[in-house]
T-cell receptor
Framework: DTAVSQTPKYLVTQMGNDKSIKCEQN?????MYWYKQDSKKFLKIMFS???????INETVPNRFSPKSPDKAHLNLHINSLELGDSAVYFC????????????FGPGTRLTVL | EDKVVQSPLSLVVHEGDTVTLNCSYE??????LLWYKQEKKAPTFLFML????IEKKSGRLSSILDKKELFSILNITATQTGDSAVYLC??????????????FGKGTKLSVKP
């Protein structure tokens, strides 16, 4: 099926650990995104990648680093996890950055203990 | 600063009722506004609006944009229990930089009772 997929779906880890979340899209899109949805259900952009270049970084802590090995993948690496990082992280993709529909992955629920 | 306000924050109705969800926004160099439906997991796309006064329609759902008054509404007629979800409004600014991103509102949680 054509889609945006993320792994893992659930991630439980201790404070201070380093973890990665993977995202893949097979829609042929050229732009991918990471969003964070906190406990209040507020969905907020973290990063956008267009043609393998980071073009928007919404002042997230530098413990978060997106890595894009190719146009179909945008992974999120998080260092030194903190309690406040607990949230659902959504990956999304679109064709072009301006004004187009974004397709979302199923989300990864991260719990930091 | 860009801002999106959705109202009401939550709404409980019975099957068959008609609901109107509101979204007001302040976005620099507005370009478009998207509506998403979020059930248990990922948001799914409903509509993209770019022009004022032109109603977009899909089955029982419809939406319209007013670029002068900076708001959009989403209507759902003859609601069904499957319409229960959080409805997210997301305006977008001009291409490039932070203005190219979708800015999501907090959503309206709709619960439809049988």
């Amino acid at each position: 099926d054509t889609a945006v997929s993320q792994t893992p779906k659930y991630l439980v880890t201790q404070m201070g650990n380093d973890k990665s979340i993977k995202c893949e899209q097979n829609l042929g899109h050229d732009t991918m995104y990471w969003y964070k949805q906190d406990s209040k259900k507020f969905l907020k952009i973290m990063f956008s990648y267009n043609n393998k270049e980071l073009i928007i970084n919404e002042t997230v802590p530098n413990r978060f680093s997106p890595k894009s090995p190719d146009k179909a993948h945008l992974n999120l690496h998080i260092n030194s996890l903190e309690l406040g990082d607990s949230a659902v992280y959504f990956c999304a993709s679109s064709q072009g950055l301006g004004g187009n529909e974004q397709f979302f992955g199923p989300g990864t629920r991260l719990t930091v203990l | 600063e860009d801002k999106v306000v959705q109202s009401p924050l939550s709404l409980v109705v019975h099957e068959g009722d008609t609901v109107t969800l509101n979204c007001s926004y302040e976005v620099t160099n507005f370009r478009s506004l998207l509506w998403y439906k979020q059930e248990k997991k990922a948001p799914t796309f409903l509509f993209m609006l770019t022009s004022s006064g032109i109603e977009k329609k899909s089955g029982r759902l419809s939406s319209i944009l007013d670029k002068k008054e900076l708001f959009s509404i989403l209507n759902i007629t003859a609601t069904q229990t499957g319409d229960s979800a959080v409805y997210l409004c997301a305006p977008r600014g001009n291409y490039g930089g932070s203005q190219g991103n979708l800015i999501f509102g907090k959503g309206t949680k709709l619960s439809v009772k049988p």
